[in-house]
């Protein structure tokens, strides 16, 4: 069973290791800007192992962790739960509130404005999870 969000560590771990694409724990510590111990990213790694988002293979004595999941997998899954729980399955309230706490340069709201008029929506038969 793949989780449907990960914690804050959690992520910021699972991120350096989809730019590495395979990585030892001083490979993600190196990786991450702020100081954390060794234990705590080990750890970290082996509980997204046991939640099926990473596996390892062992090289001499070394763990070298691969992940199981694509990126977009973890990030579409979260931003669904985060449209369910935060904005009423919302969209629109969603980019409001975006709007409204974030400061927006007219270069991005272009990029934005462009997005929404390229968008070409497919057909969806449900996006609700079981």
């Not at 070394?62 to 990126?71: A, D, G, H, M």
């Not at 409204?100 to 497919?122: A, G, K, W």
Request: hydrophobic share 35%.
């Amino acid at each position: 069973m793949k989780p449907n969000r990960l914690h804050h560590l959690e992520l910021e771990v699972m991120k350096a290791i989809w730019k590495l694409e395979r990585a030892t724990v001083n490979d993600v510590l190196d990786a991450i800007d702020r100081k954390i111990a060794y234990t705590t990213i080990a750890t970290t790694m082996k509980s997204l192992e046991k939640k099926g988002v990473l596996s390892h293979q062992v090289e001499g004595r070394t763990f070298v962790y691969q992940p199981l999941v694509k990126e977009t997998e973890i990030t579409h899954t979260m931003l669904i739960d985060l449209l369910e729980r935060l904005f009423d399955n919302s969209a629109e309230k969603l980019v409001n509130t975006l709007l409204e706490v974030r400061q927006t340069s007219s270069d991005e709201l272009n990029r934005l404005q462009q997005l929404i008029n390229d968008y070409q929506p497919e057909e969806v038969t449900s996006t609700r999870r079981d």
